[in-house]
């Protein structure tokens, strides 16, 4: 099945840096969600968004639906320790299905 | 609270005997599914379910079973368990999004499983 395309695969940063992630698709998507998951637990939904443009804060996260639809981003700024984990982007394809399609996921690493 | 609860935790099992992965969910959602999670492959979907007996392939089906006889319960079924389903598999309920906006989902714990 489709997978998105979710760059970078890890990123090694200092505690305050600024973070940012993408994921791109060939196919047009109405929905793009984004996930962090901590080691040994499920994913949590960080942001979700529903329109080609919007852009959307939950805290110190933001994240953008690309106006093509083919694209999402996902900043975190000035970073903590406790960010460490892997963040997931996923998208819904338009035409009513209630299919996801699941990046591979970043790999985010905050030295103190 | 409003939790999705999966059972077991972890399970190790021998090939072509029959196992269940049990879902629950109390927040009344209409939307459930199952994902599969591999090193390097992220999280896939194996089915989801939109409403009670409605229930349809997602991405990864092939080997798996689900039923969906109540809300609140999205079973996993393996009829005849391989070694390549070795995986950790989640499961995940929503409200029936179709986009509207504002919906929340969550997952459950995760079920780690080793087929011999």
């Known amino acids: 099945g489709q997978q998105l395309n979710q760059s970078p695969q890890s990123m090694f940063i200092q505690e305050g840096e600024d973070v940012s992630m993408n994921c791109t698709s060939s196919?047009?998507?109405?929905?793009w969600l984004w996930y962090k998951q901590d080691p040994g637990e499920g994913p949590v939904l960080l942001i979700a968004?529903?329109?080609?443009?919007e852009l959307t804060s939950n805290g110190r996260l933001t994240a953008q639906f690309g106006i093509t639809r083919k694209d999402s981003f996902l900043n975190i700024s000035a970073s903590i320790p406790s960010d460490v984990g892997i963040y997931f982007c996923?998208?819904?394809?338009?035409?009513?299905?209630?299919?996801?399609?699941f990046g591979k996921g970043t790999k985010l690493t905050v030295n103190p | 609270e409003a939790q999705v609860t999966q059972n077991p935790r972890y399970l190790i099992t021998v090939t072509g005997k029959k196992l269940t992965v049990t879902c629950s969910q109390n927040?009344?959602?209409?939307?459930m599914s199952w994902y599969r999670q591999d090193p390097g492959l992220g999280l896939r979907q194996i089915y989801y379910?939109?409403?009670?007996?409605?229930?349809d392939k997602g991405d990864v089906p092939e080997g798996y079973k689900v039923s969906r006889k109540e809300k609140r319960n999205f079973p996993l079924i393996l009829e005849s368990p391989s070694p390549n389903q070795t995986s950790l598999y989640f499961c995940?309920?929503?409200?029936?999004?179709f986009g509207t906006g504002g919906e929340t989902q969550y997952f459950g714990p995760g079920t780690r499983l080793l087929v011999l």
């Open positions: 927040m009344n959602h209409e939307y």
């Open positions: 995940a309920s929503s409200h029936r999004p």
């Open positions: 996923a998208g819904r394809r338009s035409g009513g299905s209630e299919k996801l399609v």
């Open positions: 379910s939109m409403n009670v007996e409605v229930t």
């Open positions: 196919s047009i998507f109405n929905t």
């Open positions: 968004l529903y329109k080609a443009g």
